[in-house]
Nanobody, 125 residues
Framework: QVQLQESGPGLVKPSQTLSLTCTVS??????????WGWIRQPPGKGLEWMGV??????YYSPSLKSRTSISRDTSANQFSLQLSSVTPEDTAVYYC??????????????????WGQGTQVTVSS
């Protein structure tokens, strides 16, 4: 059974870098059939696709690309998100999720089949 679990600080100060890790169990992130992404949901708003990492590269939302980095640690079966220069507008529930490699270019959250439970991140001084 595939399981994903987000971890990281729940509170980040403005201008700092938000760092989250997703630990995957039940499936290897090195399998080329799937990619691994980050999606967030600000309060009162819809889901926003942030980016995804596949075995052959990373893809980012154009609106967040300049501040976003996604990497992976294959030895730990984890992948991570870094979002720099955060503002209160980055306050959201952050989710990690899995998507079939053939759908890696989609920004539609519905394409993702397994999700973590989500973690609340608040940006505030």
């Amino acid at each position: 059974q595939v399981q994903l679990q987000e971890s990281g600080p729940g509170l980040v100060k403005p201008s700092q870098t938000l760092s989250l890790t997703c630990t995957v169990s039940g499936y290897s992130i090195t399998n080329s059939n799937y990619a691994w992404g980050w999606i967030r949901q600000p309060p009162g708003k819809g889901l926003e696709w942030m980016g995804v990492i596949a075995y052959d590269g990373t893809y980012y939302s154009p609106s967040l690309k300049s501040r976003t980095s996604i990497s992976r640690d294959t030895s730990a079966n984890q992948f991570s998100l870094q979002l720099s220069s955060v503002t209160p507008e980055d306050t959201a529930v952050y989710y990690c999720a899995r998507v079939p490699r053939i759908a890696v270019a989609t920004t539609t959250p519905n394409a993702y089949d397994y999700w973590g439970q989500g973690t609340q991140v608040t940006v505030s001084s």
